[in-house]
């Protein structure tokens, strides 16, 4: 992908606000819509087998309903570090229960009686290929999430020719020969969609408190 994700993906924040409400289900239902992809895939990548991720996600879910009232934001505790950690626990508990030890968890993973909402207190896990995988699933789903907002906005022909180019990385005469478009309309719907798409990253990230 062409697109500079680290540019365009913000850390997300303004739903945790509307969260803390449990009442609330029309932002549990975003939560749960947004994130299960994103639990699901780092799950199974990470070595467990379909149905074992499928209940990383929901007891994931559970974790984040358990501890959001004590959660609380800072430059070094996002959301995106917090919802890493509580996965990558959960992910952990199944390892555990079935005696296992991978190379995704060697770092260390804090005793269960430890605070989920002090993330700070864990070691860095930099080197850990789980953190890698995270990182890849968290910008593939918010893109995948900008790009659903996008498609209506745009004509068909045109959201083929911006995923192709723009999203898929392929060079202008590739996209102009497969779609029959000539290589200045793939500039510029470029031109076009772009700006477009920023603002779906943005009202992903973004969503009123």
């Known amino acids: 992908m062409t697109i500079g994700y680290q540019d365009l993906i913000?850390?997300?924040?303004?739903?945790?606000?509307?969260?803390?409400d449990l009442g609330?289900?029309?932002?549990?239902?975003?939560?749960?819509?947004?994130?299960?992809?994103?639990?699901?895939?780092?799950?199974?990548?990470?070595?467990?087998?379909?149905?074992?991720?499928?209940?990383v996600v929901q007891e994931t879910v559970i974790s984040v309903v358990k501890t959001i009232n004590s959660y609380r934001y800072e430059p070094s505790?996002?959301?995106k570090g917090w919802l890493h950690h509580l996965v990558r626990r959960r992910v952990a508990d199944h390892f555990r229960r079935e005696g296992r030890r991978e190379l995704l968890l060697d770092d260390a993973i804090p005793p269960e009686s430890a605070d989920e909402s002090l993330v700070g207190q864990i070691a860095?896990?930099?080197?850990?290929?789980?953190?890698?995988?995270?990182?890849?699933?968290?910008?593939r789903n918010l893109v995948e999430?900008?790009?659903?907002?996008?498609?209506?906005?745009?004509s068909v022909k045109q959201y083929q020719v911006f995923y192709l180019h723009v999203i898929k990385g392929q060079a202008v005469r590739e996209v102009a020969g497969t779609m029959n478009v000539s290589s200045a309309y793939v500039h510029l719907t470029r031109h076009r969609t772009q700006p477009l798409f920023k603002k779906a990253i943005a009202a992903v990230e973004k969503t009123p408190v």
């Open 24 to 55: 609330d289900d029309a932002s549990w239902k975003e939560f749960f819509d947004t994130y299960w992809k994103l639990i699901y895939s780092v799950a199974l990548k990470s070595g467990l087998r379909a149905e074992q991720a499928e209940d």
């Open 145 to 154: 999430a900008a790009l659903e907002r996008l498609k209506p906005q745009v």
């Open 124 to 139: 860095d896990p930099a080197a850990s290929v789980l953190d890698a995988v995270w990182e890849e699933e968290w910008q």
């Open 77 to 79: 505790v996002t959301f």
């Open 10 to 20: 913000p850390t997300r924040r303004s739903l945790l606000g509307r969260l803390k």
